[in-house]
């Protein structure tokens, strides 16, 4: 499957920003889709992922109650609101993707996805 993320920008603190990821090539209902994003100087991180039908999503503690993943396998995307921005969140955004329909109940490793899309920047103004 081929992922593309769009949506990012820059936002000042306490903006908004939703980004998507859309995604080609295979049964997209048959994935787990997740966003992770990786600052200047330090490691890729988990932010959140859904379940292969939506039912199901889990979060990073740092952005419970500010973004919201969903997705629609009819249109084969997957979006990230995210809301109440800090400078803290300024990273490049990446969506991946792991084949499975299973249910998420903690962070999901990088090694874990099997498929990855460019990043999209966000950048926080204080």
């Known amino acids: 499957v081929q992922l593309q993320a769009s949506g990012g920008g820059l936002v000042q603190a306490g903006g908004s920003l939703k980004l998507s990821c859309a995604a080609s090539g295979r049964t997209f209902s048959n994935y787990v889709v997740a966003w992770f994003r990786q600052a200047p100087g330090k490691e890729r991180e988990f932010v959140a992922a859904i379940n292969w039908s939506g039912s199901n999503s889990y979060y990073v503690d740092d952005v419970k109650g500010r973004f919201t993943i969903s997705r629609d396998n009819f249109k084969d995307t997957v979006s990230l609101q995210m809301n109440m921005l800090k400078p803290e969140d300024t990273a490049v955004y990446f969506c991946?993707?792991?084949?499975?329909?299973?249910?998420?109940?903690?962070?999901?490793?990088?090694?874990?996805?099997?498929?990855w899309g460019k990043g999209t920047q966000v950048t926080v103004s204080s």
């Open positions: 991946a993707a792991d084949e499975g329909r299973y249910s998420i109940n903690h962070a999901l490793g990088v090694r874990r996805m099997d498929y």
